[in-house]
């Protein structure tokens, strides 16, 4: 999936809770995070957007796919009354051309005064479809070509286990460059347990030791004591 963190997931969403709740073998969630895998289908979904933060039009370059091209789509336009339009182009202002950097601005301009000149046809179920194809078409091979390059440099399937890039990198630290006996181990409690304990208590202890004059070990004297019990 593209940014399914921002609008993408609904798509996915439907067609689990449709068919494939019951094939669903685990699921795992990092914080707003959603990876799951379907075993019978060799399916595993995560979001793109997690290992490669960019937006998908710059796919295709940053992996030097240069045959694959985000082209455009009238996004105000996708209403349910457009649904069967077919036309001339429509408005500039339904491909929101103010959301656009100023590189894409001007090729999106000189792309749409030049299909206009030709008068092309609008057909919207064909560019729809068209569109949602090659966006697709982008995702799955700048996907696949990321995790290629990463196997080959590193030995480790970026999506096979983690869910970001951040995970992947730290699993080839931990896998290749971590040494042995290199993490301090950290004690349960931390290295100032005492800084944990109920002052109320501490004062208890205190004042039945100086009550019945006898020594009670606690956490900030020697420390405390565990008896096991059977």
């Not at 669903?24 to 290992?51: E, M, N, Q, Y």
């Not at 349960?188 to 006898?214: D, F």
């Amino acid at each position: 999936l593209s940014n399914s963190q921002v609008f993408s997931a609904f798509v996915l969403r439907w067609i689990v809770l449709k068919w494939l709740i019951r094939l669903i073998d685990w699921i795992k969630l990092v914080g707003p995070k959603v990876s799951f895998s379907v075993h019978a289908r060799r399916w595993l979904t995560t979001d793109s957007l997690c290992f490669i933060p960019m937006k998908l039009a710059a796919f295709p370059k940053t992996f030097g796919l240069t045959e694959l091209q985000k082209g455009y789509f009238p996004p105000f336009f996708n209403r349910a009354e457009n649904q069967d339009y077919v036309g001339p182009l429509p408005n500039l202002k339904f491909y929101d051309p103010d959301g656009m950097n100023t590189d894409d601005h001007e090729n999106f301009y000189t792309w749409y005064i030049d299909l206009s000149k030709r008068q092309y046809e609008f057909d919207f179920q064909a560019e729809i479809l068209r569109y949602c194809q090659s966006d697709v078409d982008i995702l799955h091979h700048c996907c696949l070509e990321l995790r290629k390059l990463f196997h080959q440099i590193t030995d480790v399937d970026p999506f096979a286990t983690c869910l970001t890039i951040a995970s992947a990198c730290n699993l080839v630290f931990r896998k290749t460059f971590l040494q042995e006996n290199t993490i301090t181990v950290i004690p349960p409690c931390g290295y100032k347990p005492e800084n944990k304990q109920s002052v109320i208590a501490l004062k208890m202890v205190a004042w039945v030791t100086q009550h019945n004059n006898i020594a009670i070990h606690h956490a900030r004297n020697h420390g405390e004591r565990q008896w096991l019990q059977r």
